[in-house]
C-alpha cells in the first residue's frame, strides 16, 4: 500500500505542476488575446472616422469645379456653391486634412495611421494648392483653359479616390487580423477546453484510485481493531460518524459525543487531549502567500500533494474509558487508539479503537439495588 500511496503522490505532483502550468498559460493567452483585440477593434474605429473624413476631402474636391465655373460664368462671390455655405472648400480642405496629418486641425479629425497614407495625402495637397493658385485668374482664362482646368478638379478627385482605396486597404486589413485573433482566441480555447479534459480525466483516475486504498486501508483497519470512527481535530473532539461497533463497547451512541467524557481521570484526559490535538491542521497563511506559492509552484516542484500522501506510522495509545451501560452498570474499558497520520479533506481524523480489556466496577444488581436504596433513604427524609 505504501509503494501505491507513493505512486499516487508522484502522479499528483505532476497533474499539480502541469494543471497550473496550463492555467497559469490559458490565462494569459486569454490577457493577451483580450488585449490585443480591444486595442484593435478601437483602431477600426478610429479607421472608420478616417474613411469618413477621406470620403469629405473628395466630395469637397469635386465641389471646387463647380465653385470654379459658377465664379467664371454666374459671376458667384459668396459661398452659396460650396459643399458647406458655412466654410471655404479650401479652407475646409486645409483643416481636414491637417487633422489627418496630425497637425493643428479642428479637433474632430483623428490623425491616418499609416505613414504611406500620409505621403499620398501630402503629394495630393500639393495638387490641391495648384488649384487654388489658380483661382484668382478664373475671369482671365479661356474656354480651353476652363475645360482644362475643370479636367484637372476631376484627375484630383480621382487623385483622392486612391488615397480613400488605400486607406480602406489598411483598414481591412486590420479587420482580416482582428478575425484572426478571434479564430486563435478560439483554436486556444479547444486546445484549453482539451487539455484541462485531459488532466480532469488523469485526476478522476487519481481519485479513484485514492477512493479503493482508502476502502483497503479501512478494511485493514477493521480487520485489526474493533471499530474505525471520524473525530473532529479540535476539542472537544467531537465524534462525527457513528459505529455501532463503537456504540456497543461504550453502552451508548457516541455521534455527537466527545472522546474525552469516557476518560474520568485527569492525567488520563490530558494526555488523550495531548494525543488527539497534536496533528491539527496548520495555520493557513494569508491569500498574498497562497497566490504567491501558486505562482512559485507553476516552474518549481510542487511538494504539497507528496507531503500530503506520504505514508508514515500510525500513532498508538492505550487509554481507560469508564462506561455506564443501560442496566445501569458500570465498567473501565482499556482501549487502544490508532490515529491517522493525516487529515482528511474535511479537517477530520481517522480514529481506530480496539478494546483490550474490562474490568466491572459495578454489576447491574447492585446498580439496581444501590438506587433502591437511594431511593428509600430520599423517602425516609421526607417523612422525617
Same mark, same amino acid.
Given at each position: 500500500?505504501?509503494?501505491?500511496?507513493e505512486k499516487l503522490s508522484d502522479d499528483a505532483r505532476r497533474l499539480?505542476?502541469?494543471?497550473?502550468?496550463?492555467?497559469?498559460?490559458?490565462g494569459l493567452l486569454s490577457v493577451v488575446w483580450m488585449a490585443f483585440?480591444?486595442?484593435?477593434?478601437?483602431?477600426?474605429?478610429?479607421?472608420?472616422?478616417?474613411?469618413?473624413?477621406?470620403?469629405?476631402?473628395?466630395?469637397?474636391?469635386?465641389?471646387?469645379?463647380?465653385?470654379?465655373?459658377?465664379?467664371?460664368?454666374?459671376?458667384?462671390?459668396?459661398?452659396?456653391?460650396?459643399?458647406?455655405?458655412?466654410?471655404?472648400? *479650401?479652407?475646409?480642405?486645409? #483643416?481636414?486634412s491637417a487633422g489627418l496629418l496630425g497637425g493643428d486641425g479642428d479637433?474632430?479629425?483623428?490623425?491616418?495611421?499609416?505613414?504611406?497614407?500620409?505621403?499620398?495625402?501630402?503629394?495630393?495637397?500639393?495638387? #490641391?494648392?495648384?488649384?487654388?493658385?489658380?483661382?484668382?485668374?478664373?475671369?482671365?482664362?479661356?474656354?480651353?483653359?476652363?475645360?482644362?482646368?475643370?479636367?484637372?478638379?476631376?484627375?484630383?478627385?480621382?487623385?483622392?479616390?486612391?488615397?480613400?482605396?488605400?486607406?480602406?486597404? *489598411?483598414?481591412?486589413?486590420?479587420?482580416?487580423?482582428?478575425?484572426?485573433?478571434?479564430?486563435?482566441?478560439?483554436?486556444?480555447?479547444?486546445?484549453?477546453?482539451?487539455?484541462?479534459?485531459? &488532466?480532469?480525466?488523469?485526476?478522476?483516475?487519481?481519485?479513484?484510485?485514492?477512493?479503493?486504498?482508502?476502502?483497503?486501508?479501512?478494511?485493514?483497519?477493521?480487520?485489526?481493531?474493533?471499530?474505525? &470512527?471520524?473525530?473532529?481535530?479540535?476539542?472537544?473532539?467531537?465524534?462525527?460518524?457513528?459505529?455501532?461497533?463503537?456504540?456497543?463497547?461504550?453502552?451508548?451512541?457516541?455521534?455527537?459525543?466527545?472522546?474525552?467524557?469516557?476518560?474520568?481521570?485527569?492525567?488520563?484526559?490530558?494526555?488523550?487531549?495531548?494525543?488527539?490535538?497534536?496533528?491539527?491542521?496548520?495555520?493557513?497563511?494569508?491569500?498574498?502567500?497562497?497566490?504567491?506559492?501558486?505562482?512559485?509552484?507553476?516552474?518549481?516542484?510542487?511538494?504539497?500533494?507528496?507531503?500530503?500522501?506520504?505514508?508514515?506510522?500510525?500513532?498508538?495509545?492505550?487509554?481507560?474509558?469508564?462506561?455506564?451501560?443501560?442496566?445501569?452498570?458500570?465498567?473501565?474499558?482499556?482501549?487502544?487508539?490508532?490515529?491517522?497520520?493525516?487529515?482528511?479533506?474535511?479537517?477530520?481524523?481517522?480514529?481506530? #479503537?480496539?478494546?483490550?480489556?474490562?474490568? &466491572?466496577?459495578?454489576?447491574?444488581?447492585?446498580?439496581?439495588?444501590?438506587?433502591?436504596?437511594?431511593?428509600?433513604?430520599?423517602?425516609? #427524609?421526607?417523612? &422525617?
Open positions: 500500500m505504501a509503494s501505491s500511496l499539480r505542476i502541469v494543471l497550473r502550468i496550463l492555467l497559469v498559460t490559458g483585440q480591444i486595442w484593435l477593434t478601437n483602431i477600426a474605429q478610429t479607421d472608420s472616422q478616417l474613411i469618413n473624413h477621406a470620403g469629405r476631402l473628395r466630395a469637397t474636391t469635386q465641389n471646387i469645379g463647380l465653385v470654379f465655373l459658377s465664379s467664371k460664368y454666374l459671376n458667384a462671390t459668396g459661398t452659396e456653391f460650396h459643399l458647406s455655405p458655412a466654410i471655404d472648400s *479650401f479652407d475646409e480642405i486645409r #483643416v481636414i479637433g474632430q479629425t483623428p490623425e491616418l495611421l499609416d505613414d504611406p497614407i500620409k505621403d499620398r495625402l501630402r503629394e495630393w495637397l500639393k495638387r #490641391v494648392q495648384w488649384l487654388e493658385s489658380m483661382r484668382p485668374r478664373l475671369q482671365s482664362l479661356s474656354t480651353e483653359e476652363m475645360a482644362a482646368l475643370t479636367l484637372e478638379v476631376n484627375s484630383v478627385t480621382r487623385a483622392m479616390d486612391l488615397v480613400v482605396q488605400s486607406a480602406s486597404g *489598411f483598414a481591412q486589413s486590420r479587420v482580416q487580423t482582428l478575425l484572426l485573433i478571434n479564430v486563435f482566441r478560439a483554436v486556444t480555447a479547444v486546445i484549453w477546453g482539451l487539455a484541462t479534459m485531459f &488532466i480532469a480525466g488523469k485526476l478522476w483516475i487519481a481519485t479513484e484510485t485514492l477512493v479503493l486504498l482508502t476502502a483497503q486501508h479501512g478494511s485493514l483497519l477493521k480487520s485489526s481493531y474493533d471499530a474505525t &470512527i471520524r473525530v473532529s481535530a479540535k476539542a472537544p473532539f467531537e465524534v462525527f460518524q457513528a459505529s455501532a461497533q463503537l456504540d456497543n463497547m461504550t453502552g451508548q451512541s457516541m455521534a455527537g459525543q466527545s472522546i474525552l467524557k469516557y476518560v474520568s481521570d485527569a492525567g488520563e484526559q490530558a494526555k488523550l487531549e495531548e494525543y488527539l490535538g497534536s496533528w491539527r491542521s496548520p495555520k493557513q497563511p494569508s491569500f498574498s502567500t497562497r497566490f504567491a506559492e501558486v505562482c512559485r509552484s507553476c516552474w518549481t516542484v510542487a511538494s504539497l500533494a507528496k507531503d500530503t500522501f506520504q505514508p508514515s506510522p500510525a500513532r498508538v495509545l492505550h487509554t481507560v474509558w469508564h462506561c455506564t451501560f443501560p442496566d445501569g452498570s458500570k465498567r473501565a474499558l482499556k482501549m487502544e487508539l490508532s490515529l491517522a497520520s493525516f487529515l482528511d479533506p474535511s479537517g477530520h481524523q481517522l480514529l481506530a #479503537v480496539r478494546q483490550v480489556g474490562a474490568r &466491572i466496577l459495578v454489576e447491574a444488581g447492585e446498580a439496581s439495588l444501590h438506587s433502591l436504596l437511594q431511593h428509600h433513604e430520599s423517602l425516609a #427524609v421526607s417523612v &422525617i
